[in-house]
């Protein structure tokens, strides 16, 4: 018996060594990689070791390039102390992986230090634009981090980089490269050839889950990126989060990417409601990763960003920024997407749903059946105001209106105004249906409504995909 014990032990500790060389490489804290490249690998991920981000840095004769700014003030001190405990050289560059808070926001301190600050045009932009409101949701979220982070001064990037830009810091070449959006808009890889190392940022955790969930990230160019770092002479990759791996982690991070992609293309094309996908997938092998509360995260940033393309509604609207898909699925035959915009004061919703249906011609009394039955099976009652015909797609078509309130039985509170119409294109029947909520205001409530009925009317069929 004893003996049956002792071999799957022994077996699954040869695995684990067999990637990580004779070195100590593990962290965390300062490890050194090579005689002249050192990473910083973060303790864990709570907010006071910085959320569980790497960093690094390179010594040259003539100065220190720093890879990320680490999260807070304190944390990029530190990181100035560990490079002072290992050189004197000035400390010229910050190069930023990418805007993330956890990489970047420490840049104050090596830019009071006198580092050149390089990042991609659209990090610098990005951190810009969201910064402010990260720090208002830190504010509101978690007072103990706001702590940490109030008195930060974003420190915006001086030098744009630009793919394959070579940085020689007395003999040692350090050299970025810039593959395009992936885990955010602008990305940066810094490389130092001469000695195999990496320092990947966001576009690979180990240990960790990934966060899928950027406005800028792009899955396909992402797996396509991973794919080129896996054919780079590279044997030590300083993750953006955990320990410093090699290549056969690049593999295990694709993997997870096009996991929750399949399942989420999986559970649109059967119409699983977002929350319920959101609850339910899992990405085997990621169980013991750091951070769980990002999967369901990433499901909801995988599964919104993937819906229009699976679904194939075969139309398309023009939605201002803040209207957001939130569900849908189904396919080219059924199916259905609902965007939503929704602030302290006001919300609005437009749902379309079609159905293939060739030949079939829209009655006016067919939308008062459809808004019947709706009450009937959904958590809304409604009242039928009147009925017309509104512009959808420079065609007049048949609409109805009129107030809704959630039943009792939903538990839910909330009224307010509806327009819903219903049409025959394409061969399919669509049906568009409007919800404007802005609690007690009534004319912001219509003003809503003649927004949302704006919109309805940029409704238009599109080429089928060949
Ligand atoms: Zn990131």
């Known amino acids: 018996m004893k003996r049956q014990l002792v071999f799957p032990l022994m077996f699954g500790a040869l695995l684990v060594c067999s990637g990580c060389g004779n070195r100590n490489l593990d962290g965390p804290g300062l490890v050194k990689i090579s005689s002249r490249v050192y990473a910083m690998i973060a303790k864990g991920p709570t907010a006071p070791d910085g959320l569980g981000a790497n960093s690094g840095f390179v010594v040259g004769r003539d ?39 956890d990489h970047a926001w420490g840049g104050m301190v090596f830019k009071e230090q006198g580092a050149v600050i390089m990042a991609r045009p659209e990090a610098r932009a990005a ?31 001086d030098s744009e980089i630009a793919d394959g830009e070579e940085i020689d810091l007395g003999g040692v070449k350090v050299v970025l490269r810039c593959l395009g959006p992936a885990h ?49 002479s590279l044997e030590h990759i300083v993750p953006g989060q955990g320990k410093i791996c090699g290549r056969e982690a690049l593999e295990t991070e694709k993997n997870y990417i096009e996991t929750i992609r399949s399942q989420c293309e999986q559970d649109i094309r059967q119409m699983v409601p977002l929350e319920k996908a959101a609850s339910s997938i899992v990405v085997p092998g990621s169980e013991s990763y750091l951070q769980p509360n990002i999967l369901p995260f990433n499901v909801r940033a995988v599964y919104r960003r993937e819906i229009m393309g699976v679904v194939q509604g075969g139309f398309a609207l023009d939605l201002p920024p803040e209207f957001q898909i939130v569900d849908g699925g189904g396919s080219a035959e059924l199916g259905f997407t609902l965007w939503a915009s929704s602030s302290k004061n006001e919300s609005m919703e437009i749902d379309v749903q079609w159905k293939s249906a060739p030949g079939v011609e829209v009655l006016a009394q067919d939308v008062v059946d459809m808004v019947k039955h709706y009450v009937e099976v959904g958590k809304y009652e409604m009242t ?26 939903s538990g839910i509170g909330g009224e307010g105004i509806w327009t819903w119409a219903l049409l025959s294109r394409g061969g399919k029947i669509y049906s568009i249906r409007l919800f404007a909520d802005a609690g007690l205001d009534a004319a912001k409530e219509k003003a809503d409504m003649i927004r949302l009925r704006k919109i309805a009317s940029t409704f238009r069929i599109t080429p089928r995909a060949s």
């Open 184 to 232: 955010t808009a602008g990305d940066c890889v810094v490389i130092v050839p001469g000695d195999k190392v990496a320092f990947v940022g966001g576009l690979l955790s180990n240990g960790y889950h990934p966060n899928l969930g950027d406005p800028g990230a792009d899955f396909d160019n992402w797996i396509r990126t991973l794919d080129r770092l896996d054919g780079m």
């Open 127 to 157: 951190l810009k634009q969201y910064s402010p409101a990260y720090l208002e949701y830190y504010k509101e979220r978690s007072k103990d981090t706001y702590e940490m982070l109030k008195d930060i001064r974003i420190a915006l990037s």
């Open 63 to 101: 100065g220190v390039l720093v890879i990320d700014a680490r999260y807070t003030p304190a944390l990029a001190n530190d990181l100035v102390g560990a490079i002072r405990s290992v050189t004197n050289a000035p400390i010229k560059y910050l190069v930023l992986t990418h805007y993330h808070p």
């Open 384 to 409: 039928v105001d009147g009925s017309n015909r509104i512009d959808v797609g420079g065609e007049k078509t048949f609409a109805s209106y009129g107030s809704w309130k959630y039943k009792k039985s």
